[in-house]
């Protein structure tokens, strides 16, 4: 089992919708959780962290976080074409050494 | 202020050849990062730094790979009689100190021929 797991998709939506983004971790002593956006050919870009069990909200974007089930999401509301991207799960280890998921790839269709 | 920087951005070798990759940091940053990425997969860390010292190297693949740090900056990673299996892009990223946010250079793609 992958430390940090993401459906490679691609997962594809209509602009305006809403995009959910999921991923599971297997160390339950994970204590914060980290989302990046790529876009091709670019580097990975933070956008959201979360540390606590429950919601947390910037702009658009929500983070979903569930401790108790090993599972973190993102959601995007009212995605636009320029939110088109890979979206990376991360969780730190000591030291900070981020371990990725593979990626979500996301498309925004107009 | 500047980004973290690395050069070069692409690089095309041949098999069996020695390469050398550099990072320079966000200036104050104490803690740089190194990770490769290969297509459709998520970054995988290879080693980072605390200042000049390498603080865990448990993710380079075999004793061909070596990283340097000399001056706490600018960092080198250096792979060794190449195989086609290193071509990826390599990450560097910086933090303030371990383990802070981290910070990305736009990467150098290595093409092993």
């Known amino acids: 089992q992958k430390e940090v797991e993401q459906n490679s998709g691609p997962l594809s939506v209509p602009e305006g919708a809403i995009a959910s983004l999921n991923c599971t971790y297997s160390?339950?002593?994970?204590?914060?959780f980290f989302w990046y956006r790529q876009y091709s050919g670019k580097s990975p870009e933070l956008i959201m962290s979360i540390y606590s069990n429950g919601d947390k909200e910037d702009g658009r974007f929500t983070a979903q976080l569930n401790k108790a089930s090993q599972y973190v999401s993102l959601l995007i509301r009212d995605s636009q074409p320029s939110d088109s991207a890979t979206y990376l799960c991360?969780?730190?280890?000591?030291?900070?050494?981020?371990?990725f998921g593979q990626g979500t790839e996301l498309s925004v269709k107009p | 202020g500047a980004g973290v920087s690395q050069t070069p951005s692409n690089k095309v070798t041949e098999k069996g050849k020695y390469v050398e990759l550099r990072c320079d940091p966000i200036?104050?940053?104490?803690?740089l990062y190194w990770y490769r990425q290969s297509l459709g997969q998520g970054p995988e860390f290879l080693i980072y730094?605390?200042?000049?010292?390498?603080?865990?190297d448990s993710g380079l693949p075999n004793d061909r790979f070596f990283a340097v740090r000399p001056e706490g900056s600018v960092s080198t990673l250096k792979i060794q009689r190449t195989e086609r299996g290193d071509s990826a892009v390599y990450l560097c990223?910086?933090?303030?100190?371990?383990?802070?946010?981290?910070?990305f250079g736009p990467g150098t793609r290595l093409t092993v021929l």
């Open positions: 990223a910086s933090s303030l100190m371990a383990p802070d946010t981290q910070y």
């Open positions: 160390d339950r002593g994970s204590q914060s």
């Open positions: 730094f605390q200042g000049t010292g390498a603080a865990d």
């Open positions: 200036s104050g940053h104490t803690a």
């Open positions: 991360a969780v730190p280890r000591q030291g900070g050494k981020l371990i």
